[in-house]
């Protein structure tokens, strides 16, 4: 018979199961405490002007969604931390284009705002974005954005390359009304030019297309023409605080829209927008060994007499951080500007790269870039684009990397044609002006007693039509016109020696007539005039019968 083998078992002791129970449900607690909790966000500020740890709040909307919890110094000392808590309810907010400001009270041009402040105090406002990844730490704005992230329109970046009086929050202006603003404006050490970020709201937006151009609008144009005087000038608000303006160039035609961060450029005023109608452009660096006095930016640049781009600067900045070539003699840089909608491609990427091509292409079989005198008189000198026989062979420094391409340039000897243009000045100088002018005085004198010579018959003339005798001759001269009538009134049609007459003529005509008849008979019978009648014939004999 078997026998019962016992073992041993452990079993849990009943006294935990309440502590188990306990464990679970403060680990559950604790699960739920930070899974629900309201989430922590830091803010870096520049001071914590307003600021006060327990009593600032933070709003979006209007709406309370958080409070301020501590404001420390950051480790640098540079700036100050702020630690938040906000609501739960609003954690969907806290993105990484989430915005934080503090509200104060603000008077600009743009008008007055954070009134409500003065009574309140300051608060942070969260301004949401329209999409992101989740964040909790953030660096605050010194003041409101222009724009909130969340507005509908498109922003655009606009370079000019001096600033115009263009400043935060300018407005944007399409044919004097306002439909955006400048949200940002900086300057670029490296390419050394501004930048202006502007927003363009909807559904202006729309009108924001490839070949809209910009120009500065805080100017006011006067221009007196054959039609009169006339002022021109934007809005007020423009002229007090400076605006930027756009619209298309005059001819041209909407085209392909544009999206957020699209560039464009700046010109100075509305006139430049017809000189330089084009967006896409090349720059090129010149080197030239002439002397580009009378060279100045703005100049134009041509190709055969048509105008093709313009001069940008002359300097020698582009040296910079490098040593300057050539043994002799030095080159002066100037930075030029060639736009292919002027040789009639595209005004686009593409037209852009046909016209760097077809350039490349052409250098190589002379092309050349030139200094010519506009004027002898103002000594302004232009950049002329050409092909030349005995071209000039380019710089072997223009092989380098200088930020730009290097278009090869042809010396004319501007120099030797002015010194041609002294010379003849020179010789204009030598000639015996001296004597040439005493003669064309005697040629005066000479005239001048001639007109007075004249002015003496002209007076012995006047004293001879004034005198008794001649103001007598108008009469005589009436007096006989009579004498003349008189005369012929005696042979008028019905006057007695009219009749005579007209008698005496019938009876000449009757004569005549006769005449005409005799001499017609003499002319057949020549013997008429001595027989009077003609003769009998012969008699003939007859012959017997």
Not at 275 to 304: I, Q
Not at 342 to 352: A, I, K, P, V, Y
Request: hydrophobic share 40%; proline share 5%; charged share 25%.
């Amino acid at each position: 018979m078997d026998k019962a083998v016992v073992t041993n078992q452990r079993r849990i002791s009943s006294v935990w199961i309440i502590p188990g129970l306990a464990l679970l449900l403060g680990a559950w607690m604790l699960f739920n405490s930070i899974v629900n909790a309201d989430p922590t966000v830091t803010i870096q500020f520049e001071t914590a002007d307003g600021i006060e740890a327990g009593k600032t709040k933070i709003r979006t909307r209007n709406i309370e969604i958080g409070l301020v919890e501590s404001v420390q110094l950051s480790d640098g000392f540079e700036s100050v931390t702020v630690t938040a808590r906000i609501k739960r309810s609003s954690a969907a907010l806290l993105t990484d284009e989430t915005q934080f400001w503090v509200a104060r009270p603000r008077i600009g041009l743009g008008g007055v705002s954070g009134v409500g402040t003065l009574l309140s105090g300051a608060y942070i406002v969260l301004e949401p974005g329209k999409s992101g990844r989740r964040r909790i730490d953030f660096v605050g704005l010194e003041a409101p954005p222009m724009t909130p992230p969340t507005a509908e329109g498109v922003r655009l970046r606009l370079y000019s390359e001096d600033s115009g009086a263009i400043n935060l929050g300018d407005p944007i202006l399409y044919r004097g009304r306002r439909v955006g603003q400048v949200d940002a404006a900086e300057f670029e050490i490296e390419r050394n030019r501004f930048r202006y970020d502007v927003f363009v709201e909807s559904p202006y937006d729309s009108l924001i297309t490839e070949p809209t151009r910009f120009w500065k609008a805080s100017a006011i144009e006067m221009k007196a023409d054959a039609d009169g005087f006339s002022i021109n000038a934007d809005s007020l608000e423009s002229i007090l605080a400076g605006g930027i303006a756009f619209d298309l160039p005059s001819g041209a035609v909407p085209g392909k829209s544009v999206e957020d961060g699209a560039s464009f450029l700046l010109y100075s005023n509305q006139e430049d927008i017809d000189r330089f109608p084009y967006h896409h452009y090349a720059e090129y660096l010149l080197f030239f060994h002439d002397s580009v006095r009378g060279l100045k930016t703005g100049a134009p640049v041509e190709y055969r007499g048509i105008q093709v781009g313009h001069v940008v600067d002359v300097s020698f900045s582009y040296f910079r951080d490098r040593d300057f070539f050539g043994v002799d003699e030095v080159p002066v840089p100037a930075l030029i500007r060639i736009y292919p909608g002027h040789f009639q491609l595209d005004d686009s990427e593409e037209g852009l790269a046909k016209m760097k091509g077809l350039v490349e292409l052409h250098t190589a079989s002379g092309l050349r870039a030139a200094l010519h005198r506009g004027s002898l008189l103002t000594g302004n000198l232009f950049v002329s684009i050409d092909f030349y026989e005995q071209s000039d062979e380019p710089l072997a420094e223009a092989a380098l990397d200088w930020g730009y391409d290097v278009f090869p340039t042809q010396s004319v000897g501007l120099e030797q044609i002015e010194r041609r243009v002294v010379d003849i000045l020179n010789t204009v100088d030598g000639l015996p002006l001296a004597a040439l002018t005493t003669e064309v005085r005697d040629a005066i004198a000479h005239a001048r007693s001639m007109f007075d010579n004249s002015s003496a018959m002209i007076e012995g003339l006047g004293s001879l039509f004034s005198s008794e005798q001649t103001q007598g001759l108008p009469a005589r001269f009436e007096t006989t016109l009579e004498a003349v009538e008189a005369a012929m009134s005696g042979v008028a049609p019905d006057s007695p020696i009219y009749e005579e007459l007209e008698s005496s003529v019938r009876k000449l005509n009757a004569a005549l007539s006769g005449l005409q008849r005799l001499a017609q008979k003499l002319e057949r019978q020549p013997n008429a005039i001595l027989f009077s009648k003609p003769a009998k014939a012969d008699p003939e004999p007859k012959a017997s019968k």
